[in-house]
């Protein structure tokens, strides 16, 4: 059973389009997360939610948008996507409310703006 | 923000030598954690050390912590061809002290990354 599992595994787009990627966790985490990874493998964190509730926007511009309709699920909507958007992103979730445990980590979506 | 540094940037040894990777961060800590990414996958949690801890220890890993000097250190021993992979640290600096009781993680930051190679 997949943990954590983002979809698509691969998104290839034009600039300018607009592209969702989906994210559930059945761990029963009340926390997720998103990061991006650069090229030179850097994570960095773009969003985090807890029971639903945005609690972290990493100065991430606003064509970012993130959707937790349930804290099974965080999904990430881009608009007017830009090359440099060209990425892979991973979805993560956590027992936040345990207090520092570890994050589960998706197997990443590599997105390419072409 | 806050960005942990792994240090070497690369390292290849030969299969059964020891693997000691360091990580530096920049502001106080409530636990550092140790994450695994092979190629093209996701990152593999392998290890937390929480900031009133020096030293833990799992399976062929080993790790230490010292708060003083800002700095961590990851020992894999008897390495494996599998151990070949990306290997991050991850600080928690956290929002524990703000609004949120009893929550952390809420913002693990990574380090640089070392890249493991063991040669068979």
């Known amino acids: 059973d997949t943990a954590v599992s983002q979809t698509p595994k691969y998104l290839v787009t034009q600039m300018g389009n607009d592209k969702s990627i989906k994210c559930e966790q059945n761990?029963?985490?009340?926390?997720m997360y998103w990061y991006k990874q650069d090229s030179k493998k850097f994570l960095k964190i773009m969003f985090s939610?807890?029971?639903?509730?945005?609690?972290i926007n990493e100065t991430v511009p606003n064509r970012f948008s993130p959707k937790s309709p349930d804290k099974a699920h965080l999904n990430l909507h881009i608009n007017s996507l830009e090359l440099g958007d060209s990425a892979v992103y991973f979805c993560?979730?956590?027992?936040?409310?345990?207090?520092?445990?570890?994050?589960?980590f998706g197997q990443g979506t590599r997105l390419t703006v072409v | 923000s806050q960005q942990g540094e792994e240090d070497p940037q690369a390292l290849s040894i030969q299969e059964g030598e020891n693997a000691t990777m360091n990580c530096s961060y920049k502001?106080?800590?409530?636990?550092l954690q140790w994450y695994r990414q092979n190629s093209g996958r996701g990152l593999v949690h392998l290890i937390l050390?929480?900031?009133?801890?020096r030293e833990k220890h799992s399976g062929r890993l080993r790790v230490t912590l010292d708060t003083s000097k800002k700095s961590s250190s990851l020992l894999i021993t008897a390495s494996r061809a599998a151990d070949t992979a990306s290997y991050f640290c991850?600080?928690?600096?956290?929002?524990?002290?703000?609004?949120?009781?009893?929550?952390?993680?809420?913002?693990?930051?990574f380090g640089t990354g070392t890249r493991l190679t063991i040669i068979p």
């Open positions: 050390i929480r900031s009133n801890e």
């Open positions: 991850a600080t928690d600096h956290g929002l524990f002290w703000k609004k949120i009781a009893n929550f952390g993680n809420e913002k693990l930051t």
């Open positions: 761990l029963g985490h009340d926390t």
């Open positions: 993560a979730s956590s027992q936040g409310s345990k207090g520092w445990t570890e994050a589960f």
């Open positions: 939610y807890n029971n639903k509730e945005l609690i």
């Open positions: 502001t106080s800590i409530n636990n």
